[in-house]
């Protein structure tokens, strides 16, 4: 049974920076792409960054791109995502995924989903 377990979150100021971790259990971790979204209350959810399951390939939003890091570890099945510069905006509950095929945007893609983890960014 696949289990993804995001840690990490909490509230930090605008500038400010946060490590999100996911860990992965129940199958093969580097047989699968991995991916980051984030959901804010009253929006739809949206993708953040994705990750190959070498982790040489890492595609990211625009919107986080040059403030965001998504790596893994795959001795540790483990992904991570180093926000920097962080902004009121990327408030959201961040959740992390695995893909059995290629790292995309498309969520529908994965087909596995962690509980998520809140972040808040104060301004």
């Known amino acids: 049974q696949v289990q993804l377990v995001e840690s990490g979150g909490g509230l930090v100021q605008a500038g400010g920076s946060l490590r999100l971790s996911c860990a992965a259990s129940?199958?093969?971790?580097?047989?699968?792409?991995m991916g980051w979204f984030r959901q804010a209350p009253g929006k739809e959810r949206e993708f953040v960054a994705a990750i190959s399951r070498s982790g040489i390939g890492t595609y990211y939003a625009d919107s986080v791109k040059g403030r965001f890091t998504i790596s893994r570890d795959n001795a540790k099945n483990t992904v991570y995502l180093q926000m920097n510069s962080l902004k009121p905006e990327d408030t959201a509950v961040y959740y992390c995924?695995?893909?059995?095929?290629?790292?995309?945007?498309?969520?529908?893609?994965?087909?596995?989903w962690g509980q998520g983890t809140q972040v808040t960014v104060s301004s």
């Open positions: 995924a695995e893909s059995p095929t290629i790292y995309t945007m498309r969520a529908h893609a994965y087909d596995a």
């Open positions: 129940g199958r093969t971790f580097s047989s699968y792409a």
